[in-house]
């Protein structure tokens, strides 16, 4: 069966530009949750989607934005990117959103320039 | 805010050694969860704890969750160099929403 799958794996934008990012959970899992990993830290929670609802927000600027599609995929958009914003950002799903496991993807790698 | 304050920041031993890292929150959580994860790639799940006092192993790894629910540890036995990596561990609190983690262990394993 296919894990957690996050496109694109790499991207390098400049200050001001948007992004988004794609993930795709893993099958039957209906709960997606984004993640940003800065270099050399452990990951710090963006957003909790379920059953295309917002069920959680980490502390992040309005910037951020995501939502989840009726096949439980999942968007991270990011606006007026910042150098601070470059990072690894990790796609999770589990089969629900409580006491159930996260597992992660790989990861899209983000340059800001 | 919630923090995990995870120990030791790294270690460096000789395969077959046995090693143990732990975790401590401020706060109490629901589940504890450890994670490993190897350059360009996202944490792996090792091991999930659900209850207070519960002892859980997966192959060479045994990890427990603390009877207050503020802390979590780590055993692995018998290391290998496969091993190598860096451990998080990650508490989920009652509402579920969020994971918070602590800031890794990276392990490094001398053949």
């Known amino acids: 069966d296919a894990g957690v799958t996050q496109s694109p794996t790499h991207l390098i934008k400049t200050r001001g530009q948007h992004v988004t990012l794609r993930c795709s959970p893993i099958s039957g899992h209906k709960s997606v949750s984004w993640y940003q990993q800065v270099l050399g830290q452990g990951p710090q929670f963006i957003f909790q989607?379920?059953?295309?609802?917002?069920?959680g927000r980490g502390n992040f600027p309005d910037r951020f934005s995501a939502r989840q599609f009726p096949n439980y995929s999942s968007e991270l958009n990011v606006n007026a990117l910042l150098l601070g914003d470059s990072a690894l950002y990790l796609c999770a799903s589990s089969l629900e959103p409580l006491n159930s496991p996260l597992h992660f993807g790989n990861g899209t790698r983000l340059t800001v320039t | 805010g919630q923090q995990l304050n995870q120990s030791p920041q790294s270690m460096f031993i000789q395969e077959g050694e046995d090693v143990s890292m732990n975790c401590t929150s401020s706060s109490i959580f629901n589940t504890w969860l450890w994670y490993k994860q190897d350059p360009g790639e996202g944490p792996v799940l090792l091991i999930a704890?659900?209850?207070?006092?519960e002892l859980t192993s997966n192959g060479r790894l045994t990890a427990q969750f603390g009877i207050t629910r503020k802390d979590s540890f780590l055993n692995i036995s018998a290391s290998i160099p496969s091993d190598v990596g860096i451990y998080f561990c990650?508490?989920?609190?009652?509402?579920?929403?969020?994971?918070?983690f602590g800031g890794g262990t990276r392990l490094m394993v001398k053949p």
């Open positions: 704890l659900y209850k207070a006092g």
């Open positions: 989607y379920y059953e295309k609802e917002e069920r």
């Open positions: 990650a508490g989920q609190d009652n509402a579920g929403n969020m994971l918070t």
